[in-house]
């Protein structure tokens, strides 16, 4: 019986890049042949409990974008990417039927469900090694000042004065050098297409303001353009709570959410920005914000499942509504707040929303109408195409008054609209003049 070849496996989850990518540069440290895995999972394209699809056509397709452009850049360095519409368990224990695989690299993940699939995948590969890694941090977990998780604070102030104070953010991981040709293995792939995941395709929206596509080329292309070409970014803070157009924010979020891009690497970036034109606050805030990111995945480390949970990491009792006509009124604009049905309709017809719009629709569905805070956070996670489930549901909870907001605000939607919408431009933009 003829033995079979040693590779060695870097399993894509939400890393889906070759720069700064901790798995991939200690797989190719190796001698063994490096092979990429991605897989579709099709449980992420199911109806959840909440009556919405898992994963929504706007998410899926910048998704299938991404991991296209993932498999062009690993092949750019003779490294084949294998994709399948199937689940990581079944995919892995095929390959190994071919192939010894020695070691699987992987980014690690702590959510439930996330962490049942690679218990799956471990099952299944039971003489293969793995190593994990936390590479979707700014601070590193070996670096932030708590000697364990549960020493995480629960006001973010304190969190970030003390990381700032006491951690370094790690040096960017370089690309991997090109590997030799041979090691191109011959395995076939095949990318789905939304139909293949049961999804419509679509046209982008023309008033969208996210109209970009998923992958590392882009989110570099869309670094340059903000920090360099426009020099946007020192005027970020200032306009960061804009509603209407491409450059009111960074818009970083859905490539971050994918791994197209790292916080490590925009770090940088910013660090350098801010040595050749200009430091300021607007500089710093972005940083701030990618210190936000970090500090929800914290939380949901240090509070596990309890980030999914009605009570949340506060265990309060409310007397939470789950209203069928609620639902439907909410997630179609036709509450009787303008400004939350121009978001609304924002997200259902482009998978975006903008920072300020997603907290007021929040607090008007879970503090207007006191409706259960998870089916909001279950349709963001359907819809939004920068769905990260720790900011998601991290941010949910905050804003329902079960998280990490130490004042409980209530957000007074007219007051806000007046604020941000003065002129009532965002609000035509969504619901036509007829409706507004």
């Given at each position: ?28 440290q ?94 299944v ?38 990381c ?13 050098e ?19 995941l ?44 804009g ?39 607007d ?23 309890k ?32 400004f ?11 998978g ?52 990490n907001d ?12 007046e ?18």
């Open positions: 019986m003829q033995k079979k070849q040693d590779i060695n496996v870097v399993w894509f989850r939400n890393d889906l890049r070759t720069r700064d990518q901790k798995s991939l540069q200690d797989a190719c190796q001698k063994e042949p490096v092979v990429g895995v991605y897989c579709f999972d099709p449980k992420h394209y199911e109806t959840t409990k909440y009556g919405f699809k898992k994963t929504e056509k706007y998410r899926a397709k910048f998704l299938i974008e991404s991991v296209t452009q993932l498999s062009t850049n690993l092949k750019n360095l003779n490294i084949t990417l294998q994709v399948e519409h199937d689940e990581p368990a079944n995919v892995l224990k095929q390959l190994a039927e071919k192939y010894s695989i020695k070691t699987v690299f992987f980014q690690t993940e702590w959510t439930k469900e996330e962490k049942q699939v690679e218990l799956e995948v471990k099952s590969l039971t003489e293969t090694n793995f190593i994990d890694n936390y590479n979707q941090f700014l601070f590193h977990p070996d670096d932030v000042p708590y000697d364990n998780f549960s020493q995480i604070p629960e006001v973010y102030t304190n969190f970030r004065k003390k700032e104070k006491q951690s370094e953010v790690r040096d960017e991981i370089p690309l991997p090109k590997r030799p040709e041979e090691n191109l293995l011959d395995i076939k792939t095949e990318i789905p297409s939304l139909t293949d049961g999804l419509e395709e679509f046209e982008m929206d023309e008033r969208s303001a996210f109209p970009f596509q998923g992958g590392e080329n882009e989110a570099w292309e869309r670094l340059q353009h903000y920090f360099w070409d426009t020099k946007k970014l020192q005027y970020y803070k200032k306009t960061r709570n509603l209407l157009g491409q450059d009111y924010s960074s818009k970083f979020s859905a490539w971050l959410a994918n791994g197209c891009i790292s916080a490590v690497s925009i770090y940088h970036e910013v660090k350098k920005f801010e040595k050749e034109i200009k430091k300021n606050q500089t710093y805030w972005l940083i701030f914000e990618l210190i936000w990111r970090d500090y929800f995945k914290y939380v949901s480390l240090k509070h596990g499942n980030i999914f949970q009605l009570e949340g990491i506060t265990d309060k009792n409310y007397d939470w509504g789950n209203s069928s006509k609620a639902i439907n009124q909410w997630i179609n604009g036709n509450t009787p707040e303008s939350v049905n121009a978001n609304m309709i924002e997200i259902r017809e482009t975006f929303m903008s920072n300020r719009g997603r907290q007021n629709v929040n607090s008007y569905w879970a503090k207007e109408w006191k409706q259960d805070w998870r089916i909001g956070a279950a349709y963001f996670e359907s819809m939004l195409v920068d769905y990260d489930v720790h900011s998601n549901w991290g941010n949910w909870m905050y804003n329902s008054g079960v998280g130490p004042r409980d605000r209530k957000f007074n939607i007219k007051g806000q609209a604020r941000y919408d003065s002129n009532g431009k965002y609000q035509r933009t969504w619901l036509q003049d007829s409706l507004f």
